[in-house]
């Protein structure tokens, strides 16, 4: 089976999630979000997609993700509890402005999360040419 990797869209997950600041006259205002995020799946494969991935449904089967997913091609046997360990990296991009000063900018920043995989059984197809 293909994995469907995929991030619930939120403003805490995905963005745009933005903030204000003060001090006297001056604002700061910066806006949040998430412009790919990197796969590492753990089997030595990376995977980086530009949005939060499509949600599997039964309906599906055994297709692969239109925009992230993996397929993994050995059992996960290659560690002591027999899990691959891979993590999502998040990429997000910050725009700020401080209208007052007429300045502006862009920063990135980048959250990791941890996951385990484990694959026990994976299955050879031959296709005639």
Known sequence: MPMWM????????FGPVSASASAGAVT????????SVR???GDGTTVTCAGPGTRYTPDRGKSMSPDCGHRY????????????KGKATSTWTVGWEVPALGDSGTLTETRETPFTVRVVEV???NVAP
Request: no cysteine; glycine share 2%.
């Open 6 to 13: 995929r991030a619930e869209p939120s403003p805490s997950t």
């Open 39 to 41: 796969w590492d799946m």
């Open 123 to 125: 299955q050879v197809v």
């Open 28 to 35: 700061v205002t910066a806006t949040a979000r998430v412009t």
């Open 73 to 84: 091609t050995r059992v996960s046997d290659v560690g002591p509890d027999e899990r691959y």
